[in-house]
């Protein structure tokens, strides 16, 4: 079984970081959680993942972990299923649009708001693959996502949807690290 790769699956997650600039969001630790939907085997590799991060012996998890954390990502189970992380985004990260989910080997291909709503398109090289997300802005301490990745995995067309959400938590990251761009 071959699943999409973690840059995929790590690009429409952070979709919505993506357009926190399109609306000003307050700076500070935010709560973002996502679901996969519409794909069964992504939801039983999801599963297995989870299975594996709960057997790892304590040492290696916490490497995990920190290796995470330097890059500004704390992870854990979201309620309902899914993936939960807590991120920081500074005053200037905001300002500067300094948020790293177009570097790599990902970008936006189109971008529209209307307002409250912001939608845009993406394309991936490695893995090939495309998608569009929607941001719905509940003012600016949250919002509301859905991602639709196309990819093609064994010669077949594979569609994965992502339910997205973020809310602020406080303006004290606390010992959460501001995002760190992969280098």
């Known amino acids: ?37 519409g794909d069964a085997r992504m939801d039983q590799a999801m599963t297995e993942m989870q299975k ?6 304590p040492e290696q998890r916490r490497q995990m972990e920190a290796m995470m954390a330097a890059r ?3 992870t854990g189970p979201a309620a309902g299923g899914g993936m939960a ?5 500074t005053r ?21 708001r209307s307002g409250n709503r912001l939608t845009m398109a993406f394309t991936c090289t490695n893995p090939p693959s495309s998608g569009d997300t929607q941001v719905t802005f509940n003012g600016s301490e949250s919002y509301a996502s859905r ?5 093609m995995v064994d010669g077949k067309a594979e569609t994965m949807a992502i339910e997205g959400s973020g ?5 004290d990251c606390g ?8 280098k």
């Open 1 to 37: 079984m071959r699943v999409l790769p973690l840059t995929v699956v790590a690009l429409a997650c952070a979709g919505g970081m993506t357009m926190a600039r399109a609306q000003t969001l307050k700076p500070g630790l935010w709560e973002m959680q996502h679901r996969m939907q």
């Open 167 to 171: 809310r602020w938590l406080s303006s």
């Open 92 to 112: 200037e990260m905001v300002e500067r649009d300094e948020i790293p989910a177009n570097r790599g080997e990902c970008r936006t291909t189109r971008q529209q």
């Open 52 to 57: 594996q991060l709960d057997a790892m012996p």
């Open 175 to 182: 010992a959460i690290q501001p995002i760190q761009p992969p």
């Open 147 to 151: 991602t639709n990745v196309r990819s």
């Open 85 to 89: 992380m807590k991120v920081c985004l």
């Open 72 to 74: 500004g990502v704390q």
